[in-house]
């Protein structure tokens, strides 16, 4: 069966409760908004966990998705640029293969640039926000003076 260490915040679920609804109330704490019909059946953030092995620990970060995403690309590459597996495959596909890494990093690189443009481009501006901001700067700027200090 796949055994994998617990992070360290399931490490107070698995305390024995001192009171009844112990487990609970440390849930409520790390999902406060989570309605409790939501929460699994052993009240965890995610349903379909277990004591042992809390969904929470099972689920894929973004980080995670991103590296198995790469190591595959990588790999199907190596196989392809390096004939790992005798597929003798014409030496076009090989030529082909070989500068793709670049080619993908310099298309991320294109696509970042253009996200980044379109957001900035896109961005809203805040009209409350500045008004606010500005009145809360001039109170200031009153309380200050009120206590001897120039600006």
């Not at 980080?63 to 595959?72: K, P």
């Not at 597929?87 to 690189?109: C, D, H, I, K, T």
């Amino acid at each position: 069966m796949f055994t994998s260490p617990t992070p360290p915040d399931f490490a107070l679920e698995r305390s024995m409760p001192s009171a009844p609804g112990q487990f609970t109330a440390l849930n409520e704490q790390k999902c406060p908004s989570a309605p409790k019909e939501t929460l699994g059946s052993n009240n965890s953030c995610f349903s379909g966990g277990s004591p042992e092995f809390p969904a929470a620990a099972l689920t894929m970060t973004k980080l995670l998705e991103w590296l198995l995403g790469v190591s595959l690309v990588l790999a199907a590459w190596a196989v392809v640029s390096f004939d790992l597996l005798e597929l003798r495959l014409p030496q076009s596909y090989r030529e082909a293969a070989w500068p793709m890494p670049l080619y993908l990093l310099v298309s991320f690189g294109c696509y970042s640039l253009g996200t980044v443009g379109y957001r900035v481009a896109t961005f809203n501006d805040c009209d409350e926000a500045s008004a606010e901001l500005l009145g809360q700067i001039q109170e200031a700027k009153q309380d200050l003076r009120k206590k001897g200090i120039k600006i």
